[in-house]
């Protein structure tokens, strides 16, 4: 895995004005999807190997064109269990044209706003609404608070390698504990829907 200055220069070499100001909250929001959905593009997705997938970016149904890698998802129920499905994963040839993507991807609509707040609740429920995640939990809430509790330990583990400042964090997404690197565990975690 890279170390959290490498990848940091990697974000802020492919940032770009629309995705609003270059600040260390949003970089560090954007930073943070880049370590919990793939450690950096380093996770293995079921058998797919050097994906340099730092989003979990999907590339659509099976079966899978040449730079895609068929790989479990999950899509949660109302009674908070999840349902697996097999989908393409997109392949990159770089860290930094995975990065490229996974920006233009995640950074847009709300999520440029609540990105520049450094507040990882603001910035999930954006990503939601945007269509980034489904998540994990029976209610629309509780998959948000799923992700902003992970988004807050990565921040907080990222703020602390870089030696940054974190901006306060919503009540209800705590600031610390453990990150779950879910697709190594398969729970597939970023459903961005086809075509991403």
């Known amino acids: 895995m890279l170390s959290h200055a490498a990848a940091r220069a990697i974000i802020s070499g492919e940032w770009r004005p629309e995705f609003g100001p270059e600040t260390p909250n949003a970089l560090r929001m954007a930073q943070s999807v880049g370590l919990i959905e793939s450690a950096y593009g380093s996770a293995r997705f079921s058998d797919c190997e050097d994906l340099k997938n730092w989003g979990a970016v999907q590339a659509g149904h099976t079966p899978c064109g040449p730079d895609a890698c068929e790989a479990r998802d999950t899509h949660p129920n109302p009674d908070g269990t999840s349902t697996s499905y097999q ?11 995975a990065v490229a993507h996974m920006l233009r991807v995640l950074m847009r609509g709300p999520a440029i706003a609540a990105a520049q707040t450094g507040d990882a609740r603001r910035f999930a429920a954006a990503m939601y609404e945007n269509g980034y995640f489904e998540g994990v939990g029976r209610t629309v809430a509780d998959r948000i608070e799923w992700q902003a509790k992970r988004l807050a330990s990565a921040d907080q583990t990222i703020a602390r390698a870089l030696g940054e400042e974190r901006a306060k964090q919503s009540s209800s997404t705590g600031g610390g504990g453990l990150i779950v690197f879910g697709l190594a565990l398969g729970l597939g975690w970023a459903l961005t829907r086809g075509g991403k």
């Open 87 to 97: 989908i393409c994963f997109r392949r990159y040839s770089s860290d930094a044209e």
